[in-house]
């Protein structure tokens, strides 16, 4: 499924994130099935997450608002949280680049971890990944449960002892 170069990517990025492989591997598949290409515009994250008003960077005003409100590359990584986390190239269409998108995917993941890894495990991380929160419902399940399920099925068995 993946190229050399994509799973040398994850291994860097696991490392240098603390992030387990098998946890990147499972976002990715559920994310983008590993296309880089892949690119998604979710309008009603644009009319709750991005300012009317925001910095733009290359691209024109209204194409930054827009492109904020995509996700983008192997993680799906939303252009308004990449910019959160640091992002400052011109264009979000960089995000496409797998190296570029991976590394902003994994800052948000490693900022999940250090949120809700002691309480919640993987799971919650994974959960809190795809909806922004680990929420549970009435039941105990993750109200993304499906989500989790794609992610931990990347889980190694011996982890899970």
């Given at each position: 499924?993946f190229?050399?170069?994509?799973q040398?990517?994850?291994t860097e990025?696991?490392?240098?994130?603390n992030?387990?492989?098998?946890?990147?591997?499972?976002?990715?598949?559920a994310?983008s099935?590993?296309?880089?290409w892949?690119?998604?515009?979710?309008?009603?994250?644009?009319?709750?997450?991005v300012a009317?008003?925001?910095?733009?960077?290359?691209?024109?005003?209204?194409?930054?608002r827009?492109t904020r409100?995509?996700?983008?590359?192997?993680?799906?990584?939303?252009?308004?949280?990449?910019r959160?986390?640091?992002?400052?190239?011109?264009?979000?269409?960089?995000?496409?680049?797998?190296?570029t998108?991976?590394?902003?995917?994994?800052r948000?993941?490693?900022?999940?971890?250090?949120?809700?890894?002691?309480?919640?495990?993987?799971?919650?991380?994974?959960?809190a990944?795809n909806?922004?929160?680990?929420?549970?419902?009435?039941a105990?399940?993750?109200?993304n449960?499906?989500?989790?399920?794609?992610?931990?099925?990347?889980?190694?068995?011996?982890?899970t002892?």
């Open positions: 499924m190229t050399p170069d994509i040398h990517l994850i990025n696991a490392a240098r994130f992030l387990p492989e098998w946890l990147i591997y499972g976002i990715i598949a994310e099935a590993g296309d880089p892949a690119v998604r515009f979710e309008a009603a994250f644009r009319a709750h997450y009317d008003q925001c910095q733009t960077y290359g691209a024109s005003h209204e194409t930054e827009t409100a995509c996700s983008w590359g192997l993680m799906q990584i939303m252009g308004q949280v990449a959160e986390r640091g992002f400052k190239g011109e264009f979000l269409t960089e995000l496409c680049n797998p190296a998108g991976m590394e902003y995917g994994c948000h993941l490693a900022l999940f971890r250090d949120r809700h890894f002691a309480t919640l495990g993987w799971a919650g991380v994974a959960a990944y909806a922004g929160t680990p929420r549970k419902d009435a105990g399940k993750f109200l449960q499906a989500y989790v399920d794609k992610i931990m099925k990347f889980q190694p068995q011996e982890a002892s």
